[in-house]
């Protein structure tokens, strides 16, 4: 018997899921109230030859299983690693650029930190592991550890950059679990990192492709082919007896025996309200605070710095708009055309949610006086695009660790019904890549154990494409 699947979301976890279920034999169908697919892996090749990434921007390498899937998906001639100008890692703080280089004593080495806070950090591998088990913020797990000048300069704005978050409001159970393991693993987080034999740079594992990020949602869109029906809002779902009712704007009602949802945490829990009020209270306490994207296009000889990193980080010092910039034409080739350079700049998040919603040219005035000041950009870009994304990267805030626990229960609490995203696993394109994999071997094994629970009766009839 073929299981009927309906996947609600054509993000990248959405189409790995469905991908991960048509590979396995179900009759797949993925609803996506967008005109494209992706989620917010958006890369646009800008007039002039410049191509803008509009959300994620990187792969990391080193990710379990990575580089078997971008083989699977045949996708590795056209794979672009890091450019031999990535030297070092720049942070911004009080209006000065700081270069650090990504040597892994870089911090040690610089003046950056204060020598009181480099021998904190390098105490950090006789302090004890916590027994408490109470859930800390990123901030207080890491001044714990590495000293509150560390967590500071160092954490606060990598949380700032990573999930456009606050370091005081994100959970280190969530947001990094990593080091949660290693702590209790080995005592200490240097000694976890040790033993682990990472490499001497990191930052060298992040790749991407010549067409950008959106290369891999395209792959895995290509495969799902016409059982993706973009431009489909669905509305509401019905638990039946045995299945579920798909109801959609203007697209009609479609069944299904099992549902995923990928979509936003606000959406899930629109949908989930009358299905699972626990998993829709839940989703409704994960924010998403605004983000805005500045991309800005120069010829070589209007910057002044040399842009010999992946780009730089802010702290929370007064009065600073950007909270990271990527140099997007040093980090991969291609990125701009020949003679000039793209800048990349994300501001609002957490700390100043404000500043998204500012219209296209008092953003870019703000922007490019920051961008002035600290790397000597002069005159007015060759090339604007602002993108705004009214609801940005979910934030794991405290709490998170038990709403982990409560949303994946969901299919315990109503059989057939998964949860995928960003929110779960991770918010990189590899976490989502794994998360939608990962939920597709749940419901395919759910769906297994209903058949056995009902005998392989005959299902009623499946899902009409031809409806849409």
């Known amino acids: 018997m073929t299981h009927r699947v309906a996947v609600i979301g054509g993000g990248i976890s959405g189409l790995a899921t469905a991908e991960s279920l048509l590979r396995q034999g179900c009759d797949v169908t993925v609803f996506e109230r967008q005109v494209r697919t992706g989620g917010n892996a958006i890369s646009e090749v800008l007039p002039g030859g410049f191509l803008m990434e509009h959300g994620p921007t990187t792969i990391n390498a080193s990710f379990p299983g990575i ?39 870089g911090f040690l080495m610089s003046s950056y ?17 916590q027994t408490d088990a109470s859930e800390e913020t990123v901030h207080a797990f890491v001044a714990r550890r590495f000293g509150r000048e560390f967590a500071d300069k160092v954490i606060e704005p990598m949380c700032a950059g990573i999930f456009m978050g606050d370091s005081e409001q994100l959970s280190v159970s969530a947001a990094f679990p990593k080091l949660i393991e290693l702590e209790q693993r080995f005592g200490s987080i240097m000694r976890g990192v040790i033993a682990a034999k990472r490499g001497s740079e990191p930052g060298r594992a992040l790749f991407s492709w010549r067409q950008g990020i959106a290369t891999l949602p395209n792959a895995l869109a290509a495969l799902l082919n016409t059982r993706i029906h973009t431009g489909v809002a669905v509305t509401k779902i019905i638990r039946r007896a045995r299945g579920f009712d798909i109801v959609t704007a203007r697209n009609g009602k479609h069944q299904a025996d099992a549902v995923v949802l990928a979509v936003q945490p606000h959406v ?15 989703l409704a306490h994960i924010p998403a605070p605004p983000i805005g994207v500045v991309f800005l296009g120069y010829r070589r000889e209007q910057v002044a710095h040399a842009l010999d990193g992946l780009g730089y980080l802010s702290t929370r010092s007064a ?97 057939g019904l998964y949860l995928t995203g960003n929110y779960l696993d991770g918010v990189s394109v590899a976490n989502c890549l794994a998360s939608g994999q990962a939920t597709a071997a749940s419901a395919l094994s759910g769906l297994e154990r209903i058949s056995r629970r009902l005998g392989n009766k005959k299902q009623g009839s499946g899902f009409n494409s031809a409806s849409i």
């Open 67 to 105: 580089a078997e899937e971008v083989d699977r998906l045949g996708l590795t001639a056209g794979q672009v690693e890091l450019g031999s100008g990535v030297r070092n890692r720049f942070l911004h703080d009080r209006g000065r650029l700081f270069g650090i280089s990504t040597h892994p004593l």
């Open 113 to 129: 930190l204060s020598p009181f806070a480099r021998l904190r950090f390098l105490s950090e591998i006789m302090r004890p592991r």
């Open 268 to 282: 899930a829990a629109s949908l989930l309200e009358t299905l699972d009020p626990e998993g829709t209270d839940a």
């Open 319 to 415: 009065g600073q708009v950007i909270s990271g910039a990527q140099f997007n034409s040093t980090m991969f080739p291609g990125r701009a055309p020949e003679g000039n350079v793209a800048i990349s700049c994300y501001v609002g998040g957490a700390r100043n949610p404000d500043l998204a919603g500012l219209d296209d040219d008092a953003l870019t005035d703000v922007v490019r006086g920051e961008l002035a000041d600290l790397i000597g950009v002069r005159g007015p870009p060759v090339i604007r695009r602002v993108r705004r994304w009214p609801r940005g990267l979910p934030h794991a805030t405290l709490g998170q660790k038990n709403r982990l626990v409560t949303l994946r229960a969901t299919s315990q609490r109503v059989e």
